[in-house]
């Protein structure tokens, strides 16, 4: 999985900056309060909420954040608890429930000042679950298209800076997938699948570190499947962008062992 050790903390001064300040005190629950229903004050259960979240109790401090809202819905204090509740999931890694609160704020929410925030958290919950190449990449496409939202909508947010750095990532990751696949059906001899899959890799992530790999195993299977004109295009196009590449040295040597005539002096 693709991880941000420091970003945990640093949403959480974010979030804290953002929404909590100015707002009130109060007296502070017992460390055996939980969120059984009991009718209390806004700002009393507020804080019983921001106590918990400051001890790491973070899915109870969760449900009492969402209390707040259920209990005293047209407060001011509802549409902070939402998004603390959103954080409060996201910081437990229950990415989910952190969705789907984060969700819920911009339904209600959708011009706030935090919606940044809210689409910030909703991408970072999908990038947080990322797994490796060889598992299915579905979260993986649905943190693309987040981080994509984020970048899309507030474009010089601080939000969006960051999301443009984990797209690339995210990119390369789907890339790799694609590698992975392609590989697979080269040893099982599947010759025209694998193509496909390494043109995919060419065609639609050309930022990505795969790019040498991917063309020089399509100078590859172009000779498996007897077209050794695409081999020579490829291997031609390797050469002129990765000139000192180690593929681009393996696609020289493969092109001159099978089809020696097409291949240019000193390559």
């Not at 819920?104 to 809210?118: E, K, Q």
């Not at 598992?135 to 909508?153: H, P, W």
């Not at 000192?244 to 493969?254: C, I, Q, S």
Request: with cysteine; charged share 20%; net charge negative.
């Amino acid at each position: 999985m693709i991880t941000n050790k420091a970003l945990r903390a640093a949403l959480g001064c974010a979030v804290s900056a953002a929404l909590l300040a100015g707002c009130g005190g109060g007296s502070r629950p017992s460390a055996n309060a939980d969120v059984a229903y009991v009718a209390r004050d806004v700002e009393s259960l507020y804080t019983a909420a921001k106590d918990r979240l400051d001890k790491g109790d973070l899915k109870v401090a969760a449900a009492l954040f969402d209390e707040v809202e259920r209990q005293h819905p047209y407060s001011p204090w509802a549409r902070r608890a939402q998004l603390m509740s959103a954080f409060s999931y996201y910081a437990a890694r229950d990415y989910t429930s952190a969705i789907q609160s984060a969700t819920r704020f911009l339904s209600i929410h959708p011009g706030n000042r935090d919606a940044p925030y809210a689409y910030y958290l909703i991408a970072i919950s999908y990038y947080e679950q990322i797994s490796d190449v060889e598992r299915d990449q579905a979260i993986t496409r649905q943190a693309l298209s987040a981080l994509n939202e984020v970048n899309r909508r507030f474009p010089r947010s601080p939000y969006a800076a960051d999301a443009r750095l984990k797209i690339d990532l995210v990119n390369d990751h789907l890339a790799g997938k694609e590698m992975e696949v392609g590989r697979f059906y080269e040893r099982t001899g599947q010759w025209l699948a694998a193509q496909l899959r390494f043109q995919n890799v060419v065609e639609d992530y050309q930022t990505t570190s795969h790019i040498p790999e991917a063309l020089y195993r399509l100078t590859e299977t172009s000779l498996q499947l007897g077209v050794p004109q695409e081999a020579q295009r490829y291997a031609a196009v390797l050469g002129a962008n990765y000139p000192g590449n180690e593929w681009y040295d393996r696609a020289y040597e493969l092109m001159q062992d099978h089809a020696p005539q097409t291949v240019a002096a000193g390559g």
